[in-house]
């Protein structure tokens, strides 16, 4: 298990438990991006850094982006509507 993984973290919808977080684009995080492209760091990371379409088009061009750090619980209900 990796660090940010263990660590409590106080999310505003799901209060504060030992579900981690992780990180998103902003446009994931605020519900306005499509799309659920992973960035892989860590072979063994449970949650990988996530972009929407847009933004992993603009780090595969410019190689960067930039994230908001979210809950698990958040991490895990974005990344199931992303992928319908």
């Given amino acids: 298990m990796l660090e940010n993984e263990s660590v409590d973290?106080?999310?505003?919808?799901?209060?504060t438990d030992s579900f981690g977080f992780?990180?998103?684009c902003s446009h994931l995080a605020?519900?306005?991006g499509t799309g659920f492209n992973t960035v892989p760091d860590?072979?063994?990371e449970l949650r990988p850094?996530?972009?929407?379409?847009?933004?992993?088009?603009?780090r595969s061009?410019?190689?960067g982006f930039h994230s908001?750090?979210?809950?698990g619980?958040?991490?895990d209900e974005i990344k199931a509507q992303g992928l319908r």
């Fill in 42 to 44: 860590d072979e063994n």
């Fill in 9 to 15: 973290w106080n999310c505003p919808k799901h209060g």
């Fill in 73 to 75: 619980v958040c991490y």
């Fill in 49 to 58: 850094p996530a972009l929407c379409d847009a933004c992993e088009a603009e």
């Fill in 30 to 32: 605020s519900g306005t």
């Fill in 22 to 24: 992780a990180f998103l």
């Fill in 68 to 71: 908001s750090r979210v809950c």
């Fill in 61 to 63: 061009h410019s190689g």
